[in-house]
């Protein structure tokens, strides 16, 4: 067993780093006890007991919000603490990766909430080499090992302290996926919305979703295709749906800068080109996701979406009332959708702003339909918190309420209106 070191990468998401944890632990069959409620989401540091070093790198190999990965050989709340556990550092580890004189190597010193002066780095690291006996050369580029003094001290715009609140030292394993999101990223996407879901999240979601090679995905709400790519690049087969012809063929304005009109290349299946993943692309169809288009049998094996808010692309549906469409007034868990069939997995909540954030709800199918069936079992949704719509909630709770006005007046202008009522 080994005490495995965990620097998550800190942004706006940050109750998504756990359950992302907890996915790719089983989808890697990696061995894994977590307890939640007592690491402090704010933390971007985490201990792990893993049974090899080889466990922990199988749960690099997709993460994106996992940072690094380190062996840890010392913590402590203090530098002289830290400097006593590794003056007692095992003889295995000094043997093995210290005392290798024909080895190369590096120590860094970084520090979390604090910008350390040069002065201060210098003497750590000379405290550091006094106690470790390194025999090898240095290298600071693609060292054969890599040693780290990490400290904390608090949370970006808080108050800093005089000494830090936690200090780790070990040897590091392996860095997560973030390069992917740069290469996902959708300022280099040759076909993006409005609403295009950010390369992160994508593959956030992809890696919810447990997606594997050859798996079937299917999003309902496509749009310009961002979770298929992600999917895709896990090495699946990708369809979807939405209603809207023109964000499905690629026609109509564009939403880039200094350009009016979409080009002949702007189309979902460009994307999936683009990244050489079009082999991964089935199709995608015009349909209306309250309009069941499916046979009642096992079809996908997962389903990734990012349903529409009507903020900054209205919400349309074929045939219906504008009354009919409900958001809650404020949420609670009774909001979160309930099926016989599903459990929920996880249930992580991203701030967007002051007054509005939004979820991502995971959930996993733990009994076939037809035994749902044959036992009665219903579909539930609470609907006691639900008021007007998100939409125009959203607007007038800003004290805006003629962007709403304007909204409105924009959405009937749509030629798709002629067609659909738009849901506001």
Same mark, same amino acid.
């Given at each position: 067993?080994?005490?495995?070191l965990?620097?998550f990468?800190?942004?706006?998401?940050?109750?998504?780093?756990l359950?992302?944890?907890?996915?790719?632990?089983?989808?890697s069959s990696?061995?894994?006890?977590?307890?939640?409620n007592s690491?402090d989401?704010?933390?971007p540091f985490l201990?792990?007991?893993?049974? $090899?070093?080889?466990?922990?790198k199988?749960?690099?190999?997709?993460?994106?919000?996992?940072?690094?990965?380190?062996?840890?050989?010392?913590?402590a709340?203090?530098?002289?603490?830290?400097?006593?556990q590794?003056a007692?550092?095992?003889?295995?580890l000094?043997a093995?990766?210290?005392?290798?004189?024909?080895g190369?190597?590096?120590?860094?010193v970084d520090?979390?909430?604090?910008?350390?002066?040069?002065?201060?780095?210098?003497?750590?690291?000379?405290?550091?080499?006094?106690?470790?006996?390194f025999?090898?050369?240095?290298?600071?580029?693609n060292?054969?090992?890599s040693?780290?003094?990490?400290?904390?001290y *608090?949370?970006?715009?808080?108050?800093t302290?005089?000494?830090?609140?936690?200090?780790?030292?070990g040897?590091?394993l392996?860095?997560?996926?973030?390069?992917?999101?740069?290469?996902?990223?959708?300022?280099?996407?040759?076909?993006?919305?409005?609403? $295009?879901?950010?390369s992160?999240? $994508?593959?956030?979601?992809?890696?919810?979703?447990?997606?594997?090679?050859?798996?079937l995905?299917?999003?309902?709400?496509?749009?310009?295709? $961002?979770?298929?790519v992600?999917?895709?690049?896990?090495?699946?087969?990708v369809?979807?749906?939405?209603?809207?012809?023109n964000?499905?063929?690629?026609? *109509?304005k564009?939403s880039?800068?200094?350009?009016?009109?979409?080009?002949?290349?702007?189309?979902?299946?460009?994307?999936?080109?683009?990244?050489?993943l079009?082999?991964?692309?089935l199709?995608v169809?015009?349909?209306?996701?309250?309009?069941?288009?499916w046979r009642?049998?096992?079809?996908?094996?997962?389903?990734?979406t990012?349903?529409?808010?009507?903020?900054?692309?209205?919400?349309?549906?074929?045939?219906?009332?504008k009354?009919?469409?409900?958001?809650h007034?404020?949420?609670?868990?009774?909001?979160?959708?309930?099926?016989?069939?599903?459990e929920?997995?996880?249930?992580s909540?991203q701030?967007?702003?002051?007054?509005?954030?939004?979820?991502?709800?995971?959930?996993r199918?733990?009994?076939?339909?037809?035994?749902?069936r044959?036992?009665?079992?219903?579909?539930?949704?609470?609907?006691d918190?639900?008021?007007e719509?998100?939409?125009?909630?959203?607007?007038?709770?800003?004290?805006?309420?003629?962007?709403k006005?304007k909204?409105?007046a924009?959405?009937?202008q749509?030629?798709?209106?002629?067609?659909?009522?738009?849901?506001s």
């Amino acid at each position: 067993m080994s005490e495995i070191l965990v620097f998550f990468t800190q942004t706006n998401i940050l109750e998504f780093k756990l359950p992302e944890l907890k996915t790719l632990a089983k989808l890697s069959s990696v061995p894994l006890t977590l307890n939640e409620n007592s690491h402090d989401k704010k933390n971007p540091f985490l201990v792990l007991d893993l049974q $090899s070093e080889d466990d922990a790198k199988r749960l690099m190999k997709r993460t994106v919000l996992m940072r690094s990965m380190y062996e840890l050989w010392a913590s402590a709340k203090t530098h002289d603490d830290l400097y006593s556990q590794l003056a007692k550092c095992p003889h295995h580890l000094k043997a093995q990766y210290v005392q290798r004189p024909d080895g190369t190597f590096r120590v860094k010193v970084d520090a979390f909430g604090k910008k350390l002066q040069d002065p201060d780095r210098q003497d750590r690291l000379d405290k550091i080499l006094g106690i470790l006996p390194f025999e090898g050369k240095v290298k600071l580029n693609n060292p054969d090992q890599s040693f780290h003094l990490l400290e904390l001290y *608090g949370q970006a715009g808080s108050k800093t302290p005089d000494k830090p609140l936690r200090v780790y030292f070990g040897r590091w394993l392996m860095d997560g996926q973030r390069d992917q999101i740069r290469h996902y990223h959708l300022q280099k996407r040759q076909y993006i919305g409005n609403t $295009s879901m950010d390369s992160c999240l $994508s593959l956030l979601m992809a890696n919810q979703a447990m997606v594997t090679e050859n798996a079937l995905v299917c999003d309902p709400f496509v749009g310009t295709g $961002s979770l298929l790519v992600a999917a895709a690049g896990c090495g699946a087969y990708v369809t979807g749906t939405d209603i809207d012809y023109n964000v499905l063929h690629g026609k *109509g304005k564009s939403s880039r800068y200094n350009q009016i009109w979409k080009g002949p290349d702007e189309n979902i299946r460009s994307n999936l080109r683009q990244y050489g993943l079009e082999h991964c692309y089935l199709d995608v169809m015009q349909a209306d996701f309250s309009k069941c288009i499916w046979r009642e049998q096992p079809l996908f094996d997962a389903i990734i979406t990012d349903p529409p808010y009507g903020i900054r692309e209205s919400t349309r549906k074929i045939g219906s009332d504008k009354n009919n469409l409900v958001n809650h007034e404020q949420y609670t868990v009774d909001n979160i959708p309930q099926h016989p069939c599903l459990e929920l997995v996880a249930n992580s909540e991203q701030p967007l702003s002051v007054h509005v954030s939004r979820r991502l709800i995971t959930m996993r199918k733990h009994l076939d339909y037809e035994e749902a069936r044959e036992s009665e079992l219903q579909a539930t949704v609470s609907d006691d918190h639900y008021t007007e719509s998100f939409r125009y909630r959203y607007f007038h709770s800003a004290g805006v309420p003629e962007q709403k006005a304007k909204a409105d007046a924009r959405d009937e202008q749509d030629p798709l209106d002629r067609e659909r009522k738009v849901q506001s």
